[in-house]
């Protein structure tokens, strides 16, 4: 059995999510939720920049209004490291919580997962990070109840099973993980995003199309994932633009924490790909946001998997408003790599490695990393580290030929 049939044997039909509550105004319905899993004391996570935020504010008032005990933690990091999650952990183990809330993007999310996890738990950090990095171990039992609260749309936290992590180390991301993650509630709040900086609404939604493209082209998918990858996909297509021109567009910003919402859906039970096999260096060799790596590497990471599954890029093609009328399937597939970055250049991302200021010298620790990121296994196309040394390349030059 290759690699490749290992995971669609072990995902097939495999799919669950969170209870999820969708639309304006959702997140003041926390304290009821919470209350209603049994919990009494919770321990809220988020990060500095978001503490005095509505987000959290209204989540405080909710949960003090249902005489919820409430503790919060501040200081959950943006990219966070095993160093970061220890810190954590450590609050956590010593608070006696029966409940947590993550609020922010996904790293206050996913450092709520983890600090749920290991609290519950105690382990080292790599026990249930998936081989060959990890020991691969199954979380053993039941979690507290966990609620997330979304504040960006793009990581799909709220709805995913992974918590990502850097080793500070050797500058790897890694992810501990299990369906046991998967927090209890979801609260999609579109308001709660409205205060996103444009290059951040940028990058955030950029991470939300790579989720879908990687779902749908995934050796694991499964009409289920297809369905929600590509409504996300149209969505994205449609208010990814507009919302990063206006923050205030709230018709955009419904239509991109659905997206958000459809495509974390779709990728946590699909898998993702080579797009975030080789991200994931970028931010943890070269410290560039995670959005922002989904959108450059996307381009190249397409075109290499052409022709692997053409039909379902020229599917892409369509979702994302080409033109294909009259086009043979493969030169519509080739029409993706170039739509997605021309829609990242249109919001203001970078487009090449070069532009951003990545050292070309790093290719081979960020190609020796990238083929063990578990994420690779998943790519319709699994590529030589030759081969991903030719993709970073590309990457620094925006060659697409």
């Given at each position: 059995m290759t690699e490749q049939d290992k995971i669609k044997y072990e995902t097939a039909f495999t799919m669950a999510t969170s209870s999820i509550k969708y639309g304006p105004g959702v997140t003041r319905e926390v304290g009821y939720d919470m209350k209603k899993l049994g919990s009494s004391r919770v321990m809220v996570v988020t990060d500095p920049n978001l503490s005095d935020s509505e987000p959290v504010t209204v989540s405080l008032q909710a949960l003090r209004e249902v005489n919820i005990e409430t503790v919060l933690f501040d200081r959950a990091r943006v990219e966070p490291t095993d160093t970061s999650f220890k810190e954590v952990i450590k609050f956590a183990s010593s608070g006696n919580f029966d409940g947590f809330i993550g609020i922010g993007g996904g790293s206050s999310m996913d450092t709520a997962k983890i600090a749920n996890l290991f609290s519950t738990y105690p382990a080292e950090l790599l026990t249930y990070v998936n081989a060959p990095i990890g020991k691969g171990q199954p979380v053993p039992g039941p979690l507290k109840p966990m609620?997330?609260?979304?504040?960006?749309?793009?990581?799909?936290?709220?709805?995913?099973?992974?918590?990502?992590?850097?080793?500070?180390?050797?500058?790897?991301?890694?992810?501990?993980?299990?369906?046991?993650?998967?927090?209890?509630?979801?609260?999609?709040?579109?308001?709660?995003?409205?205060?996103?900086?444009?290059?951040?609404?940028a990058a955030t939604g950029m991470d939300a199309l790579s989720h879908a493209v990687e779902a749908y082209c995934n050796v694991a998918a499964m009409p289920q994932t297809d369905a929600l990858a590509m409504a996300a996909i149209r969505l994205i297509a449609k208010h990814l633009g507009p919302a990063a021109a206006n923050g205030s567009n709230i018709e955009a910003r419904e239509g991109m924490a659905m997206a958000s919402l459809e495509a974390g859906m779709a990728f946590s039970s699909a898998g993702c790909g080579g797009i975030h096999a080789l991200g994931h260096q970028l931010s943890s060799q070269c410290g560039m946001p995670h959005g922002m790596a989904m959108a450059i590497m996307m381009p190249p990471l397409m075109k290499f998997n052409l022709i692997a599954c053409v039909d379902r890029l020229a599917d892409i093609a369509a979702a994302m408003g080409e033109k294909i009328e009259g086009l043979s399937k493969r030169e519509a597939a080739e029409k993706t790599s170039l739509a997605v970055r021309q829609l990242s250049k249109s919001i203001g991302l970078p487009t090449t490695l070069t532009e951003y200021g990545a050292d070309s010298k790093l290719i081979p620790s960020l190609a020796k990393w990238a083929l063990k990121d578990g994420d690779l296994p998943g790519n319709p196309r699994v590529p030589t580290l030759e081969q991903i040394e030719e993709l970073y390349k590309e990457a620094f030059t925006g060659s697409l030929d």
């Open positions: 609620i997330a609260i979304p504040t960006t749309a793009g990581t799909g936290s709220e709805v995913t099973i992974w918590a990502v992590i850097t080793n500070t180390k050797d500058n790897y991301k890694m992810a501990p993980g299990g369906w046991k993650l998967l927090p209890k509630v979801a609260l999609v709040d579109p308001m709660m995003t409205v205060s996103m900086p444009p290059l951040l609404t």
